[in-house]
């Protein structure tokens, strides 16, 4: 069993729709982390969560509201998106939020918004 | 404000050449992290190594080594007698406090590895 898990793994979605994304990890861990990563661009931090709360929001969009009901599990709840959003979605995890160390990253979701 | 520059965007050799692939940071800061992860086709990142700013000694793990130069901002990544498997996008990344909220990524480097 990997130690993210992230699903699902490809999202069509329109505009108007209202989707999620889930992320699993199985190590442990107490941070959890969204990235979003756009074709020819750096990967992009957007939300942190150390111990279950919010520590990061990095001026992303209101139509990406985030949720972490426990220290293994991170959602990201989509809706009203534009085409623009359009990228892989990276969950990643760490020991904590001031790790020193490394993350561990899942596949990640591959988003298309027609 | 740190910065991390990839400027090879694409690089392909041919199996069991030698590869080099270059990453140039900017920090203001004395103590910082450098990073190298990599990218297959699956699509999780999977980290390499880590280097503190404190230790410039040069690593070697296997075919895989890894040049830190403090002079010139720069710490580049070889791979040696290359194969198909190691095909990928590689990031290289800095951290000035070592927290991932100040983490930045440079814009990867797709490696293609023919037969």
């Known amino acids: 069993e990997t130690g993210v898990t992230q699903t699902p793994r490809h999202l069509v979605m329109g505009m108007t729709n209202k989707k999620s994304l889930k992320c699993e990890q199985h190590?442990?861990?107490?941070?959890m982390y969204w990235y979003k990563q756009s074709a020819k661009k750096p990967l992009e931090l957007m939300f942190v969560?150390?111990?279950?709360?919010?520590?990061e929001n990095n001026s992303v969009p209101s139509r990406f509201s985030p949720e972490c009901p426990n220290s293994s599990h991170l959602f990201l709840h989509l809706h009203t998106l534009q085409p623009e959003d359009s990228a892989l979605y990276l969950c990643a995890s760490s020991q904590d939020e001031q790790w020193g160390g490394r993350l561990f990253f899942g596949s990640g979701t591959q988003l298309s918004v027609l | 404000a740190q910065k991390v520059t990839q400027a090879q965007t694409e690089i392909s050799v041919v199996e069991k050449e030698d590869v080099t692939l270059d990453c140039v940071y900017e920090t203001r800061d004395t103590t910082y992290y450098l990073f190298w992860y990599k990218q297959p086709p699956s699509g999780e990142l999977v980290f390499l190594i880590r280097?503190?700013?404190?230790?410039?000694q040069n690593e070697i793990s296997g075919r895989y080594s890894w040049n830190f130069q403090k002079s010139t901002s720069s710490f580049n990544f070889t791979i040696t007698a290359s194969q198909v498997v190691d095909s990928a996008v590689y990031f290289c990344a800095l951290s000035e406090a070592g927290s991932a909220r100040q983490l930045t990524f440079g814009s990867g480097t797709q490696l293609t590895v023919l037969p």
């Open positions: 190590l442990g861990h107490n941070a």
């Open positions: 969560y150390n111990f279950k709360e919010q520590t």
């Open positions: 280097r503190n700013s404190f230790d410039e």
